[in-house]
């Protein structure tokens, strides 16, 4: 069974920062353009950042400026380092492929803001 395991989720303020991780098994890793992806409560799961092979990174217009994705190709790790947060960013945040595959999904890390 895979699993991509995700942490660094928690409470913070609004305009605070807080950094996520995701374990990614290297057969997966290394041949895979990788994404973070959130859901909030009562809306529908959202891509907010992504990252190919080449680390040539994308993200959503309400995260551009905030948000900043990477990847550790020595310890298949994939990063989101998410700054200046607002009320707005709370939700369960999971890390997977992209395009997403159902197999894949985590547990997630819970990103709390409060304003």
């Known amino acids: 069974q895979v699993r991509l395991v995700e942490s660094g989720g928690g409470l913070v303020q609004a305009v605070g920062s807080l950094r996520l991780s995701c374990a990614v098994p290297r057969i997966i890793f290394s041949i895979n353009a990788m994404g973070w992806y959130r859901h909030a409560p009562g809306k529908q799961r959202e891509l907010v950042a992504h990252?190919?092979?080449?680390?040539?990174?994308d993200y959503a217009d309400s995260v551009k400026g905030r948000f900043t994705i990477s990847r550790d190709n020595a310890k298949n790790m994939v990063y989101l380092q998410m700054n200046n947060l607002k009320s707005e960013d709370t939700a369960v945040y999971y890390c997977?492929?992209?395009?997403?595959?159902?197999?894949?999904w985590g547990q997630g890390t819970q990103v709390t803001v409060s304003s």
């Open positions: 997977n492929v992209r395009p997403s595959r159902d197999a894949f």
């Open positions: 990252i190919t092979t080449g680390s040539i990174t």
